[in-house]
């Protein structure tokens, strides 16, 4: 079994900052790449960015320049630090992860931006 547990969503105001985590935990030789994602009310869950086991990441356009993705391979961990969010990025954040050719999403973490 693997288990990806989310963490550091909240409410923020229009302009300030959140730091996410994601462990995973369990039944774990390898992680490949991992992600974060977001899913608002009424719409489709959409990619924010990834990172692979290297180090490589991509974000989508709309994030790009506010947020930064990394991981602690170490300790299976991957971060989403958002700076200058807005209203509009209010969602549900996922991370999930490729060990081995199985992927798997965390429960979810709710980010609220608004004054």
């Known amino acids: 079994q693997v288990q990806l547990v989310e963490s550091g969503g909240g409410l923020v105001q229009p302009g300030g900052s959140l730091r996410l985590s994601c462990a995973a935990s369990g039944r774990i030789f390898n992680i490949n790449a991992m992600g974060w994602y977001r899913q608002a009310p009424g719409k489709q869950r959409e990619l924010v960015a990834t990172?692979?086991?290297?180090?490589?990441?991509n974000y989508a356009d709309s994030v790009k320049g506010r947020f930064t993705i990394s991981r602690d391979n170490a300790q299976n961990t991957v971060y989403l630090q958002m700076n200058s969010l807005k209203p509009e990025e209010t969602a549900v954040y996922y991370c999930?992860?490729?060990?081995?050719?199985?992927?798997?999403w965390g429960q979810g973490t709710q980010v609220t931006v608004s004054s």
């Open positions: 990172i692979t086991s290297g180090g490589s990441t």
């Open positions: 999930d992860a490729f060990i081995g050719p199985l992927g798997y």
